[in-house]
């Protein structure tokens, strides 16, 4: 009896190592089967690096100034040197105007000043004639009074007062004819002033360009009747037009949300994609004030146009330009893929030291084009799943896979 409940003991306790044993297997198994399970996620590593907030704006290419020429004067066209296309100087005769009535006024302007001053020098020989006759009528008295002051009585009273008469009256006549000189003088002065502005008028039938540029448009031929351009209530014609291209004004319409960020002399860089080419520019002004409509702020970027003539800018092409809106040196960073927003919160799932998936609420701060800033939640070097998310969920167990920047695979894996 005792050696059978010995036996009982025994196979009792070799079916309880053998279940221990089948289970411990099973468990093994379950976890190797669990490893080799767990699906690649392409991860990337937080980092620090510069990271500016830039906003992408296209605009359209303006001449920086731009302008009809018009005429001074009415005429018709003498001849006209320029057309479309053709680059000027600042001060280059464009179209020469013929304005015959403008040469006889001009005529009769020269004819004027010579009469006037035939006038003038028969008053300065009248001034002469009347300062010669007072110094004799002078003297003639001056001795009879003498005479009368040495002998009374030798002079007749009614003889000395007529002598003083005439003394006075050739002081008169001196007087008169140096007024009758200034009055000529002031004749002539009246002369010339009128010969200087029909010759400014005459000077403004050569139509000079205002600046240096190129023609964009040419109204007028030889011949055509040009109407002076001095009124804005008139439709005068102008003659050409005419565009700065040496600088271009390149407009682009700032977002509210960005005004306060916009700063005066920030270089940016111009992409035309026309031309494939980048240039230079600086943003110069701004509106200071929004469009009711579009809630934007009306901006403008200088642009130089150094070889005007070689594969450059044409105006009103489009470009496209990156606006630095903020700017840190040292931001810790994130890939945009990497994060999921719903409102004002921002949650990343990270990769733990077991290989897990966590969820991670996130701060961030300011935005780059690829990369956002974390201000609080994650640490550098933490790994962060980037791409799909809906296929995990926080606490599966994965095998990272390292992705650099441009998409990349890293070798090895982590």
């Known amino acids: 009896m005792q050696v059978q409940r010995k036996y009982l003991v025994i196979s009792a306790v070799a079916v309880v190592a053998g279940i221990i044993l089948v289970l ?38 303006r001449p920086f100034q731009e302008v009809d020429v018009h005429a001074k004067v009415a005429g018709y066209i003498k001849t006209i040197s ?12 464009l179209a020469v105007l013929e304005v015959p009535e403008l040469i006889a006024q001009m005529e009769g302007a020269e004819a004027s000043i010579r009469r006037d001053q035939d006038a003038i020098r028969r008053a300065q020989s009248d001034v002469h004639r009347a300062e010669s006759a007072h110094a004799a009528s002078h003297a003639a008295y001056f001795r009879l009074k003498q005479a009368s002051e040495q002998r009374p009585g030798l002079i007749a009273e009614q003889e000395l ?7 006075k009256e050739s002081e008169a006549n001196v007087g008169a004819t140096q007024a009758a000189l200034a009055e000529a003088r002031n004749q002539l002065n009246v002369a010339e002033a009128n010969r200087q502005q029909l010759a400014a008028m005459q000077a403004y039938t050569h139509i000079t360009a205002p600046f240096s540029g190129v023609i964009t448009k040419r109204y007028a031929d030889t011949g055509s009747l040009i109407q002076a351009g001095t009124a804005s209530n008139t439709q005068a014609m102008p003659v050409v037009r005419l565009a700065e291209t040496d600088k271009f004004r390149l407009t682009l319409p700032v977002p509210e949300s960005a005004v306060p960020q916009v700063q005066t002399g920030s270089s940016v860089q111009v992409r035309v994609p026309a031309l494939s ?4 520019g600086r943003v110069a002004r701004f509106a200071d004030s ?12 200088d642009v130089e146009n150094k070889n005007p003539n070689q594969d450059s800018v044409v105006l009103g092409m489009y470009a496209e330009v990156d606006l630095v809106l903020a700017r840190k040196g040292d931001a810790l960073t994130v890939p945009v893929q990497a994060v999921s927003r719903n409102g004002d919160e921002a949650v990343v799932l990270v990769v733990n030291g077991d290989n897990r998936l966590e969820e991670r609420k996130i701060k961030l701060g300011i935005e780059g084009v690829n990369s956002l800033e974390v201000v609080s939640g994650l640490n550098e070097g933490d790994r962060v799943v980037i791409g799909s998310r809906s296929q995990f969920q926080p606490g599966d167990r994965v095998t990272p896979k390292l992705i650099q920047a441009g998409g990349k695979a890293v070798e090895g894996g982590l």
Not at 290 to 301: A, I, W
């Open 82 to 93: 320029v057309d479309v296309g053709d680059r000027v100087k600042e001060g280059q005769t």
């Open 161 to 167: 007062d007529d002598s003083m008469a005439k003394d």
């Open 277 to 280: 080419r980048t240039f230079q």
């Open 290 to 301: 929004l469009d009711q409509q579009t809630r934007t702020m009306h901006t403008e970027v």
């Open 24 to 61: 411990a297997l099973a468990g093994r198994r379950a976890e190797a089967d669990g490893e080799s399970s767990a699906r690649t996620v392409a991860v990337a590593r937080v980092e620090r690096k510069p990271l500016d907030n830039t906003i992408t704006l296209s605009g359209e290419f």
